[in-house]
């Protein structure tokens, strides 16, 4: 059996949470076990809306998974928590979107259970020895076959970008959800969370923007970004940009988007005067539509782009906008 591990906060899916299930169910297809989705949380309020919701995939059943010590976050309540939903459910695998949060407890796991764990993972593949997941290296220049050895379960994080949404295959009528109980020794919750550091600072988190515009050293100064700004208003976009940008103070860190950065997939990607270094296409090549306006006809960033415009950016933005606002 493949579990799943949903995220949600507040009762809102991270959307990286369907991503991962396209994942499974290709996994599943290779290895023709069912799928299982749980999904934390510690009440019912925050919970049965996201477990009805990922109900229409096409999964065997959707769990959830209600305790005091899963909200609000912390490491050790989600390692004994769900530590203590694997021994019941014994799947073989366990996926997790390669989030923040994951990032963040997902080691710890799989550390207690004494079982390995591959991350950022960008495809599943099989052949005569088994499942083998691919994992980009040295910054998304080379990509490696990886093999769990050993009894399950295995841990598994796929990539934010690496499936769209829309490749979710869903059920012909939706899958039984039920309450899993579990017991955890309170003593063993050692943390006291602070605020969350992205509410701190008042970052975004591009991951979960349907609609991006990111702009490159194209843009040719600060002040320049302005433009790309407006056309962000005009489309209800998020503000991105290639690392050169960042580096230099332009936009802030947070909005930094490839290897060193953020790794996104909306569905609409607006790149201006974005060159396609290797370490900025790793970061959104997985969106599902990709416009790319640079004068550049040889840029790289138009191999991986669904509608390129070779043009200057500053004549063909403002017709855009006003394109958009009539």
């Known amino acids: 059996m493949i579990l799943v591990i949903a995220e ?3 009762g809102k899916l991270n959307r990286a949470t369907w991503e991962t299930l396209v994942g499974a169910q290709r996994l599943a297809t ?7 989705v749980i999904v934390p949380g510690a009440n019912g309020a925050s919970v049965a809306p996201v477990a009805n919701d990922l109900a229409a995939a096409q999964v065997a059943e959707v769990v959830t998974l209600e305790h005091p010590a899963l909200e609000p976050y ?3 309540g989600f390692t004994a928590t769900l530590q203590a939903a694997i021994a019941q459910l014994s799947p073989a695998y ?3 979107p390669h989030t923040y949060q994951t990032r963040d407890f997902a080691p710890k796991l799989a550390t207690r259970l004494d079982r390995p764990i591959i991350t950022d993972v960008t495809g599943v593949r099989t052949g005569g020895a088994g499942v083998a997941f691919v994992r980009p290296m040295f910054q998304g220049k080379l990509t490696a076959d990886v093999m769990p050895i050993g009894p399950g379960p295995h841990f598994v994080t796929f990539q934010i970008g690496a499936y769209r949404v829309d490749q979710v295959m869903k059920g012909l009528q939706p899958a039984p959800v039920r309450v899993l109980n579990v017991t955890v020794d309170a003593s063993a919750i050692r943390q006291k969370p602070e605020a ?6 008042q970052a975004v988190d591009l991951s979960q923007a349907e609609r991006i515009v990111s702009v490159g050293r194209g843009i040719k100064e600060q002040a320049n970004i302005a433009l790309a700004q407006k056309l962000a208003e005009a489309i209800g976009a998020e503000i991105a940009a290639s690392r050169p940008i960042c ?3 332009w936009l ?6 490839g290897s060193s ?3 996104v997939a909306p569905k609409l990607y607006l790149a201006l005067g974005i060159s396609g270094a290797i370490q900025h296409l790793v970061g959104m090549k997985g969106s599902s539509t990709i416009v790319a306006i640079n004068k550049d006809p040889d840029a790289p960033i138009f191999e991986v782009a669904d509608y390129g415009i070779v043009g200057d950016l500053f004549e063909i933005v403002p017709a855009i906008i006003e394109a958009v606002k009539s």
């Open 8 to 10: 949600q906060k507040d």
């Open 30 to 36: 290779e290895s023709s076990a069912s799928i299982t």
């Open 74 to 76: 912390t490491p050790d």
């Open 94 to 96: 366990v996926l997790l």
């Open 196 to 201: 969350p550091f992205q509410q701190a600072k």
């Open 247 to 249: 580096d230099a103070g």
């Open 252 to 257: 802030p860190m947070e909005r930094q988007v």
């Open 261 to 263: 950065g953020q790794t």
